[in-house]
């Protein structure tokens, strides 16, 4: 059963710092491309990082120098820095799986960031 399970989301002020994680089972993780993406109120989803099997990252150009993903192959998680949150950082961050022709999504994790 394939599951991900996103965590450490919640209020922060504006200027402050989060650190999600994705613990994944069901699946050969270690060869599946990783990503955050998240959901603002009224806007669509919008990719925010990805980690492919080799390390190789990705980002956003909003949350490039911001935010960090990264990955543990022995945890089977992958994590997401988020430093120096602004308001419009504000939404659920989803955890998303990509491996052959299957795509996994975990049911999110919401970030507020307010003072």
């Known amino acids: 059963q394939v599951q991900l399970v996103e965590s450490g989301g919640g209020l922060v002020q504006p200027g402050g710092s989060l650190r999600l994680s994705c613990a994944a089972s069901g699946f050969t993780f270690s060869s599946a491309v990783m990503s955050w993406y998240r959901r603002a109120p009224g806007k669509e989803r919008e990719l925010v990082a990805t980690i492919n099997p080799g390390g190789s990252t990705n980002y956003a150009d909003s949350m490039k120098g911001r935010f960090t993903i990264s990955r543990d192959n022995a945890k089977n998680t992958v994590y997401l820095q988020m430093n120096s949150l602004k308001p419009e950082d504000t939404a659920v961050y989803y955890c998303?799986?990509?491996?052959?022709?299957?795509?996994?999504w975990g049911q999110g994790t919401q970030v507020t960031v307010s003072s």
């Open positions: 998303n799986a990509l491996r052959l022709l299957f795509a996994y």
